[in-house]
């Protein structure tokens, strides 16, 4: 067997079999640590709900505010492209979908090869537009760190390789698939540790600030 296929079957195999496990241990511990920290006890007499105010902050704030746009609109625009060309890559892509079908036994429809690949080239073009704007932008630059740079790196990775590995532009054609797979077990073990982990936390702080604002009868 030669080294490409050996090294396909590794990441496909005990690579990822090490990743997923890290990746949902991890969230499992995230979110226990998030849950168990608790809230203090409210004594105050409620001037509101909480489950009503709660989801409308969850709705309002998955829009940008007037004043953001205004003062940010290329970090606005890009944020919105890429995450809508994320998803449509990752589970809209028919590949993907019955990677997902061969492992938990069900699947959805999915959409034509040309659309997905043009959703994940707009959202590299995105990231890369990102990576521009915090280079060059010396406000975005000073508030920029080392788990910033490594997150951005951890998601454009899986989409250029992925790119890659979709038009067959690096061969033989199992080396740039197991570096595709391999990019995403990468992102997998981080995710739980990083600024990614806000995937599964942004709508519970959401939900939470709007909640405690509608108890004490405040417009969240």
């Known amino acids: ?69 205004k003062r ?12 809508i060309g994320l998803l449509i890559s990752l589970v809209l892509f028919v590949p993907h979908i019955e990677l997902f079908r061969e492992t938990f036994g069900f699947g ?13 080239v707009i959202s590299i073009v995105a990231l890369l ?14 508030l920029t760190n080392h788990e910033d740079w490594l997150v951005w790196a951890l998601t454009f990775l899986p989409m250029l390789t992925g790119y890659l590995a979709y038009h067959r532009m690096i061969e033989p054609y199992p080396l740039v698939l197991g570096l595709h797979i391999l990019s995403v077990e990468a992102l997998m073990v981080f995710f739980p540790f990083t600024k990614l982990m806000h995937a599964f936390t ?5 939900w939470y600030n709007g909640a405690m604002n509608g108890r004490r009868g405040v417009e969240s």
């Open 108 to 120: 959805w429809p999915g959409l034509p090869n040309p659309i997905v690949d043009a959703a994940a």
């Open 1 to 69: 067997m030669n080294e490409p296929m050996e090294f396909l079957l590794w990441v496909r195999g005990p690579a990822f079999d090490i990743a997923a496990l890290i990746f949902i241990v991890g969230i499992i511990l995230r979110l226990f640590e998030i849950f168990s920290l608790g809230r203090k006890p409210n004594f105050s007499e409620p001037r509101g709900t909480e489950f009503g105010p709660g989801m409308k902050t969850i709705m309002n704030r998955s829009f940008p505010e007037s004043g953001t746009f």
């Open 72 to 83: 940010q609109p290329l970090t606005v625009i890009v944020g919105y492209v890429f995450h």
């Open 202 to 206: 942004l709508f519970i702080a959401r």
């Open 129 to 142: 537009a990102a990576l521009w704007h915090r280079i060059t932008n010396p406000v975005m630059r000073v």
